[in-house]
């Protein structure tokens, strides 16, 4: 019994991840895709478009602070994390939103020319390292001890 409920936990875990990693790439592939229509002029209209980017990330700003005060997380943090996720939240908003309205727009030029291959094996790419460096981030901090570096970078 033991073992069936620890199998269970893991395939629960593993759908969860693998959700997770679905959904990551894809946000990045459609990053990816807008950065290339906005770069080439390809995304006529992204004027009109801007103010829902502005208001998306106007709500995972104020969703940001109130998930960290309920987290009771210190106020300096929540006002750094929360411009962070703000910052993020603009960038990959404005470029998944561009990347759909590009995608929608040329839904054959994509996959004729087989950058959606490529992208997608980018965005795969970019949420294994992301996953990574979230998990071990505090290995890679510099302690901001009299700029001693932590202890995974002493020789």
Do not use: K
């Not at 693998?18 to 790439?25: D, K, P, Q």
């Not at 990574?132 to 932590?150: F, I, M, Q, R, Y």
């Amino acid at each position: 019994m033991a073992t069936a409920r620890a199998r269970q936990l893991d395939t629960e875990s593993l759908a969860r991840a693998g959700a997770l990693v679905a959904a990551c790439t894809l946000v990045l592939t459609a990053s990816f895709v807008g950065l290339v229509a906005l770069l080439s002029a390809s995304a006529p209209g992204v004027s009109g478009r801007l103010p829902l980017y502005v208001l998306g990330t106007a709500g995972a700003f104020v969703a940001a602070i109130l998930f960290l005060e309920a987290q009771r997380v210190d106020g300096e943090q929540v006002i750094a994390t929360a411009g962070s996720v703000a910052v993020a939240t603009f960038i990959f908003g404005t470029l998944s939103g561009e990347g759909i309205v590009y995608v929608l727009r040329n839904p054959g030029e994509l996959v004729a020319s087989q950058l959606v291959f490529y992208f997608l094996a980018a965005g795969m790419i970019a949420t294994g390292l992301g996953y990574w460096a979230l998990n071990h981030w505090n290995e890679l901090a510099v302690s901001t001890d009299l700029g001693t570096p932590s202890r995974s970078f002493r020789r």
